[in-house]
Nanobody
């Protein structure tokens, strides 16, 4: 198993940018697919972006496509989520999650979760 710790959240005005980081412990992290998910108050946790273990394939929710970029540096055991052109509806707690095997878009498929980092976008 790996342990995941998110960082980089904060308060930003609409149109601004943030970069989230997901740092992992464990030697096998480079073999894990990683996803970013978010949860707004009163709403279910939803998929944002995911990346294959090699970084060769990435997937995005339609709501963030063209604005967010997921990437990873396996040498640093870290996955990033660059968020540009932020909107108030992007507000929520952002979680990274890892799983062995193929990359997926469903929260149910991910085994290891971080504690989350809060992103707040003001209008």
């Amino acid at each position: 198993q790996v342990q995941l710790i998110e960082s980089g959240g904060g308060l930003v005005q609409a149109g601004g940018s943030l970069r989230l980081s997901c740092a992992a412990s464990g030697r096998t992290f480079s073999s894990y697919a990683v996803g970013w998910f978010r949860q707004a108050p009163g709403k279910e946790r939803e998929f944002v972006a995911s990346i294959r273990w090699s970084g060769a394939n990435t997937y995005y929710a339609d709501s963030v496509k063209g604005r967010f970029t997921i990437s990873r540096d396996n040498a640093k055991n870290t996955v990033y989520l660059q968020m540009n052109s932020l909107k108030p509806e992007d507000t929520g707690a952002y979680y990274c999650a890892g799983r062995r095997g193929v990359v997926t878009l469903s929260t149910r498929d991910y085994e290891n979760w971080g504690q989350g980092t809060q992103v707040t976008v003001s209008a």
